[in-house]
């Protein structure tokens, strides 16, 4: 099994540099080909549909063999974990799956399990906190926007917490529930008196804190993306920027999944 493995990354950094050397013949500068600018770029380049100076890619970059060592540009290289050990080997099996020249896989830009999350700086009653705001690309007749699907901050968390339950005395409708009164005017909160059906919302409770001017909303300062396109995997893509290297949208991460990830997955994975 090692052999085979250490086969494997020979012939994947062979391809590599076979890659490389075909993309400078066209003329484009180093710093176009290792960058990546746009999420698009990164669709187009996964799916070997165009090269780096935005033409037109050969047919032959589609064969399993050129198009692993392309694919292999997407990642951020500047992370050593890619070199060796478990996730080298992860992204191999990766690679091998997405270039199967049998099956070969590809990524659907107008597809609605995309997903991102950003993270914005936010004032709750003069605190500054850093909540997270979960999107998802919702398509209708080829165009497609993103659609708030939930949120996450350290005050929504804190909300969400199981408390105590509490009950309310099966006479108190003969009291105007005077008791109900007395405890919420002592603090207690009034999420207490739900049964166990009850389901925190935190987007509900985000947007209504933000509406209401209870929280302030800032700007945006990192946006992270999920591609969940290839079955039984997840892309988790970060725009890195510097001025040397490969830089822009890269792979950050790959995580095999058994079944479609849900908020609270994609939330803990940011």
Not at 72 to 79: F, G, K, P, Y
Not at 97 to 117: A, G, M, P, T, Y
Request: overall charge neutral.
């Amino acid at each position: 099994m090692r052999c085979f493995f250490v086969f494997i990354l020979l012939a994947a950094t062979a391809c590599t540099a076979w890659a490389q050397t075909a993309v400078k013949r066209i003329k484009t500068p180093e710093s176009t080909v290792q960058e990546v600018k746009q999420l698009d770029d990164f669709f187009d380049r996964f799916n070997a549909a165009r090269l780096p100076n935005g033409q037109k890619a050969p047919d032959s970059l589609k064969t399993a063999r050129i198009r692993l060592a392309y694919l292999e540009q997407l990642v951020n290289s500047e992370d050593t974990k890619w070199q060796k050990g478990p996730e080298r080997e992860k992204l191999i099996r990766f690679l091998q799956l997405v270039c199967d020249e049998r099956n070969s896989l590809f990524l659907n830009k107008f597809d609605e399990q995309i997903f991102c999350i950003t993270s914005c700086n936010v004032d709750y009653f003069g605190t500054q906190s850093l909540a997270d705001l979960l999107f998802r690309r919702k398509v209708s007749n080829d165009r497609h926007q993103w659609v708030l699907q939930g949120a996450s901050d350290p005050f929504m968390e804190q909300l969400e917490q199981k408390i105590e339950a509490r009950g309310i005395i099966p006479n108190a409708h003969e009291t105007n529930f005077l008791s109900l009164s007395n405890d919420l005017h002592a603090g207690i909160p009034l999420r207490s008196y739900t049964d166990s059906t009850f389901r925190f919302d935190a987007l509900s409770a985000f947007i209504f804190a933000v509406d209401s001017r209870l929280i302030k909303f800032n700007e945006c300062e990192r946006v992270t993306v999920f591609l969940t396109g290839i079955k039984g995997w997840v892309m988790k893509l970060e725009d890195f920027t510097r001025e040397k290297g490969n830089t822009g949208w890269l792979i950050s991460d790959l995580m095999e999944v058994k079944e479609e990830p849900l908020s609270q997955w994609l939330f803990q994975h940011r």
